[in-house]
């Protein structure tokens, strides 16, 4: 028996410092108190609670590692009376936090978790109470004063019962006959408001706003919702608060220092063409007063910012196609922004087939090495070579740039074709010949038919195909499926038709 005995105090001894550093650990977590409380009245009779929690608990709920999930516990009393609850959770209880007042209290979420609420950039939701909450008939703000206050807890396990590490209070929000509620009558402006235009990595353009958030703001936020807005105007229009057009705000309007806007590159704004235009931005701050009303700050500095555009002086027959393009990815860095009514160079159109390629075929090409040529480095040039899209007008000379005929360009989308699926069918057999076929050149022929055959070549209104038609400037207008654009549409096509 004694030796039974021993063995229970050596196994105990042994237990007690794992349950006292288990217990430590949960106990040593410290909570810091709310950073405030504020209490508001809404425009239907009901009360708005604000609550903003300070960074370090927001960190604890955050923590990738060590996610920790905190209640927050509310409180409150009419006039003089006592708190409702006042728990204490010291020491051990065989209840949980949430299980405890969804038996002695029905009527209102008191306590829940912080960290299955959506908070605002500034740490703060709003919580609404309805006079049947408190298991009232009415507010009644003339006679009476409502108090609340709250506070954070963290409940964890020891054995079969319950622990809690609870923070301060709050410090107490009251509204009612002895406390009218801290509702701003004023908003300062923005401060230092700056912007530039970004870019995507596939290079749609962005722009990305700052801006100072004066002390009054913030502090303002605290008591009610305030939002960052953002108005805008391109050129000489109106600004989109004097127009009925909606200004740009954050997802979930909430006050912010930081905003991200992205143009639409074809039609703009309001179908307003943006490319080549001039933007011009303020911003202000907004919230809504509990009578329904909305109290503005007035603006910013107003900001002015250049755009340029992933394509710009596209014929309007051309603009859906140059839209897919861009939604593709398929335009290179040397065509963004270029006027695409004008001719098109080999270099231009190796860059346009190499990003096909890739885009299409999912493979990444390599330049190739060492290089042939003595007139050109770009390694997008390099890669078309290399993949067999195009070749030298010598041994030793790209002639970047040359423009390029219409046959030349069949005939590169083409080699583009063959080498994204290189085991298909090819064939033209019973592909008619245009009716200038005598002005295209042998070599060029299959590619023609073929690219004719798939539809992403087309003739001119009589249906000849024009094979010598050069992208000249002065040519581009009579000779549109020739030009930049049209290079861009036929990639669009090819895309479309072996993706």
């Not at 063995?7 to 950073?35: C, H, Q, R, W």
Request: hydrophobic content about 40%; glycine content about 6%.
């Amino acid at each position: 028996m004694l030796k039974r005995v021993i063995a229970l105090i050596i196994g105990l001894m042994l237990l007690m410092p794992g349950m006292a550093y288990a217990n430590d650990e949960f106990s040593s977590v410290t909570l810091d108190k709310p950073v405030s409380l504020s209490v508001r009245p809404g425009d239907s009779g009901e009360l708005f609670l604000r609550l903003t929690q300070p960074d370090s608990i927001m960190d604890l709920m955050n923590d990738s590692e060590d996610e920790l999930w905190l209640l927050y516990e509310l409180d409150w009393k009419i006039n003089d009376g006592p708190w409702q609850f006042n728990k204490t959770w010291s020491g051990t209880s065989n209840v949980g936090v949430m299980e405890y007042y969804e038996s002695t209290y029905e009527l209102f979420n008191v306590c829940g978790y912080l960290n299955n609420i959506g908070h605002d950039e500034r740490n703060a939701f709003d919580i609404p109470v309805f006079e049947f909450s408190l298991n009232l008939d009415s507010f009644d703000l003339q006679n009476n004063t409502y108090s609340f206050r709250y506070r954070y807890v963290y409940e964890y396990e020891d054995g079969a019962s319950f622990r809690c590490v609870v923070s301060p209070y709050s410090e107490i929000a009251s509204i009612g006959k002895n406390s009218a509620a801290q509702i701003p009558n004023s908003l300062e402006a923005p401060k230092n408001l700056a912007g530039e235009l970004k870019a995507y990595e596939n290079g749609q353009p962005y722009f990305h706003f700052t801006c100072t958030i004066p002390d009054s703001v913030e502090q303002a936020n605290q008591q009610t919702s305030v939002w960052t807005k953002l108005d805008w105007k391109i050129g000489g229009g109106q600004w989109a608060t004097e127009s009925g057009d909606m200004p740009f705000e954050k997802a979930g309007n909430m006050l912010s220092d930081d905003l991200d806007v992205d143009p639409i590159d074809q039609g703009g704004w309001a179908e307003v063409n943006i490319e080549q235009n001039t933007y011009y931005f303020r911003m202000y701050f907004e919230m809504q007063k509990p009578d329904g009303s909305f109290l503005r700050s007035p603006f910013s500095n107003v900001l002015e910012i250049g755009t340029p555009a992933f394509y710009s002086n596209a014929n309007s027959w051309a603009v859906a196609e140059l839209d897919k393009a861009a939604d593709y990815e398929l335009i290179p860095d040397i065509l963004k922004g270029a006027d695409m009514t004008q001719a098109i160079s080999r270099e231009e159109f190796a860059e346009l087939a190499i990003r096909l390629y890739e885009k299409t075929s999912g493979q990444a090409a390599a330049p190739v090495s060492p290089n042939p040529f003595i007139d050109t480095n770009n390694p997008q040039v390099l890669k078309a070579y290399a993949v067999g899209i195009t070749l030298g007008t010598s041994d030793t000379s790209f002639s970047p740039r040359v423009l390029i005929n219409r046959e030349q360009c069949a005939t590169m989308l083409f080699r583009t074709i063959k080498a994204i699926a290189p085991e298909a069918d090819y064939s033209i057999i019973g592909v008619a010949d245009f009716p200038d076929q005598k002005y295209i050149s042998d070599w060029a022929v299959e590619a023609t038919k073929y690219m004719s055959k798939i539809g992403i070549i087309k003739g001119d209104t009589k249906g000849n195909f024009m094979p010598k038609a050069i992208t000249t400037s002065q040519e581009a207008v009579g000779y549109g499926m020739a030009s930049r654009e049209a290079a861009v549409l036929m990639a669009v096509r090819t895309y479309e038709a072996v993706r």
